[in-house]
């Protein structure tokens, strides 16, 4: 089946240093992937829709400038948190859906194993 | 806006115990339905979905069905496991959403031997 991979699964960076996170789609092209971020118990928050070949689109509430998205290719997508702190601490996790078409809201996303980063 | 709401947790169980963990929507149109997995330590994984009403999406013993009239697409699972222990996020994808997912809220299941 369909098999999403991030990487790295989890990192510890100091504050002030950049974080890049990467997210493949391994056996299938995905024009368009997610990016959620997961607090400790709470659900998950989407960031931002990652599209292949154009600027990310970002959810009301999310620094652009801060969490940077790069979709260079069909199968990969990278987040980079620059001049992370420690309150971007959290669990990040990617998805892409593996079948376009007109209705591709009745596929399911596949998710990666998420990362988790820790600012000290 | 699409919103799901799903009963708040922790919820605690015995082995082999009944489970039901409920779930209701409110969307417009007719938007395809998912409950997926977290494991501890891990990252989301598809349950099941539903993407019609009345349609049951099954796996692993879970069961959900997707109702309509009442907006809802309860979880059930009839014996859980401890390896059942898990967070459980029931989520819609609205035909008119794009390709977004809206999460309900997540529900922690505890099950005890």
């Known amino acids: 089946g369909a098999v999403v991979s991030q990487h790295p699964s989890w990192v510890i960076c100091k504050s002030g240093t950049s974080v890049k996170i990467e997210c493949r789609s391994l056996?299938?092209?995905?024009?368009?992937m997610f990016w959620y971020r997961q607090f400790p118990k709470q659900s998950l928050m989407l960031m931002a829709t990652?599209?292949?070949?154009?600027?990310?689109?970002?959810e009301q509430g999310v620094e652009k400038d801060k969490f940077l998205i790069n979709h260079a290719s069909l199968t990969l997508s990278t987040l980079t948190v620059t001049s992370a702190h420690p309150e971007d601490s959290s669990f990040y996790i990617c998805?892409?859906?593996?079948?376009?078409?007109?209705?591709?809201?009745?596929?399911?996303?596949?998710f990666g194993n998420g990362t988790r980063l820790t600012v000290t | 806006g699409d919103s799901v709401t799903q009963m708040e947790g922790p919820v605690t169980l015995s082995e082999e115990a009944f489970l039901t963990i409920n779930c209701t929507y409110t969307?417009?149109?007719?938007?395809?339905l998912f409950w997926y997995v977290q494991y501890p330590g891990e990252g989301l994984q598809l349950l099941l979905k539903?993407?019609?009403?009345?349609d049951k999406g099954s796996n692993k013993g879970f069961e959900a069905t997707y109702r309509k009239e009442t907006t809802s697409f309860h979880l059930e699972k009839g014996s859980v496991q401890v390896s059942d222990s898990a967070v459980y996020f029931c989520?819609?994808?609205?035909?008119?959403?794009?390709?977004?997912?809206?999460f309900g809220g997540g529900t922690r299941l505890m099950v005890k031997p």
């Open positions: 998805s892409a859906r593996s079948e376009a078409g007109t209705h591709s809201y009745n596929s399911p996303l596949h």
């Open positions: 056996d299938f092209q995905a024009t368009t």
């Open positions: 990652s599209n292949e070949g154009s600027k990310a689109t970002y």
């Open positions: 969307a417009t149109g007719y938007p395809s």
């Open positions: 539903a993407t019609k009403a009345d």
């Open positions: 989520a819609l994808s609205g035909s008119n959403a794009g390709n977004m997912l809206t």
